[in-house]
């Protein structure tokens, strides 16, 4: 029997409708939250993102902010507008879209957000409160997204095995720091596979549940998994397709065909993982918004 489709936009969905019930109570009190969203250059990609993000902020009534800047922006000049950011009331988080242009030294300009309002959680202190289970500071959007999206439609991750293919300081590394802490909603027992695993399928034939961000296509298929076990896809990535309207077709890093007849449930892509990570931004922004209202 096929598995079960985890859907992530109606998950997202369903968490939009709540969280417009909450900005509607911030309003109340006087705080009308607020999300800045910066662009140096003219990555479509980028420009698709924040018009999704934007998207989102509108429906539940959160405020969007746009600050787009030239290619050729100076680092100085960003630095300056990210010290406007921290110092602006309206804004109770913004991100700063990557990546940037070459000449422009990402860590410096992440390490200058608030960490307040560093609603990506890419600022090194709430990478540090992740990681000692510090729930203070926000959770990282895609990761928290990957965690609530099998929350919210019945899957459980206490006790079980989770085995994450990828470790990159977006995804992999900070999902495991995510299910490895001892409260609700986490106390999995993690593995994270890499290119330095010799033998992934190893791996993730023990897995309750394998998460695929290695960013390459058929990463995980099939004969990697064992029967019933549930599989996240986490990959978003351009195939040729010359029957596709625009030449191209997105895939994830799971071979969606052959492990959908062996998987218990797995997520599409698109679809999946990448709706509930928007969720996860709007999330972190009325946790930014709330505490203004706290004040």
Do not use: W
């Not at 290695?214 to 990697?224: D, F, Y």
């Not at 065909?257 to 709007?282: F, H, N, Q, S, Y």
């Amino acid at each position: 029997m096929p598995a079960q489709i985890i859907d992530g936009k109606a998950t997202a969905q369903r968490l939009r409708d709540r969280m417009a019930a909450e900005v509607a109570a911030l309003k109340a009190k006087g705080v009308a939250p607020g999300l800045g969203f910066v662009l140096a250059g003219e990555n479509p990609a980028s420009k698709a993102y924040i018009r999704m993000k934007k998207k989102a902020c509108e429906e539940i009534g959160i405020a969007s902010f746009d600050y787009k800047l030239p290619a050729e922006t100076t680092q100085t000049q960003l630095l300056a507008l990210v010290d406007q950011l921290n110092h602006d009331p309206k804004v109770d988080g913004y991100i700063v879209q990557l990546p940037l242009p070459p000449h422009i030294d990402e860590e410096a300009v992440i390490a200058a957000v608030e960490p307040g309002k560093d609603v990506d959680c890419f600022h090194p202190v709430n990478v540090g409160k992740l990681s000692i289970g510090d729930t203070d500071g926000f959770f990282p959007c895609t990761p928290y997204g990957v965690v609530v999206l099998l929350l919210e439609n019945g899957y459980e991750v206490a006790g079980k095995h989770v085995v994450i293919v990828g470790r990159s300081n977006i995804v992999g590394k900070p999902l495991a720091n995510l299910l490895v802490q001892k409260r609700k909603g986490a106390n999995a027992t993690v593995t994270i596979c890499h290119t330095g695993t010799k033998d992934i399928a190893h791996h993730t034939r023990q897995a309750d549940i394998v998460v695929a961000s290695a960013g390459h296509p058929n990463t995980v298929t099939a004969e990697m998994i064992r029967d019933g076990a549930i599989v996240v896809d986490v990959g978003i990535n351009r195939v040729d397709d010359p029957a596709a309207p625009n030449g191209y077709r997105l895939v994830g890093d799971v071979d969606y065909d052959g492990v959908r007849e062996k998987a218990g449930a797995i997520t599409p892509v698109p679809g999946g993982v990448g709706p509930m990570t928007i969720a996860m931004l709007l999330q972190n922004c009325l946790k930014a918004a709330a505490r203004r209202a706290a004040r």
